[in-house]
């Protein structure tokens, strides 16, 4: 079993009415997502009711990657080095960034420069321009990853 871990913004895309979110986020055997994320789209339609239904039968398909000491002591040290050197990273991102680092798992995400350290393999999909709904440069599903039989740590 191979996971890949989706961000946010592929989420947020597919309710905005890309259909290539859609296909991304069914092209995959086994995706997972951050708690974060989790939280993120939840709360987000919290504003947006009508999101809900949608949401809950998607994220039935995704594994629910936990934020576990291991996760957090990465998340600490990214958001910390990222104060001092630069670009700052939000804590959201720190914490999907170090669940992917940590369980080695490719992230799949339309900002990859809210990823860009070590340890992560990114994947960019497809550009989208949400105010006129234009997809460009898509890109094939991602492959460029070694499976791996459970959610592995790295020390």
Not at 73 to 97: F, H, N, Q, Y
Not at 131 to 152: D, M, Y
């Amino acid at each position: 079993m191979a996971l890949i871990l989706f961000d946010t913004n592929i989420f947020i895309d597919m309710l905005g009415g890309c259909k290539q979110a859609t296909t991304e986020l069914s092209s995959y055997d086994f995706p997972a997502i951050s708690a974060v994320t989790y939280m993120e789209l939840l709360a987000g339609a919290i504003v947006r009711p009508n999101e809900k239904p949608i949401l809950y039968v998607l994220l039935a398909e995704f594994q629910v990657i936990q934020i576990d000491q291991m996760v957090m002591e990465r998340a600490i040290e990214i958001r910390g080095t990222s104060l001092v050197t630069g670009p700052r990273i939000k804590l959201p991102d720190a914490i999907i960034g170090a669940t992917a680092a940590t369980y080695r798992m490719p992230i799949v995400t339309r900002n990859p420069k809210d990823f860009q350290w070590e340890g992560i393999d990114v994947h960019v999909p497809y550009d989208y321009d949400s105010t006129t709904g234009a997809v460009t440069n898509v890109r094939p599903t991602f492959t460029a990853f070694r499976p791996r039989p459970t959610l592995t740590r790295i020390r």
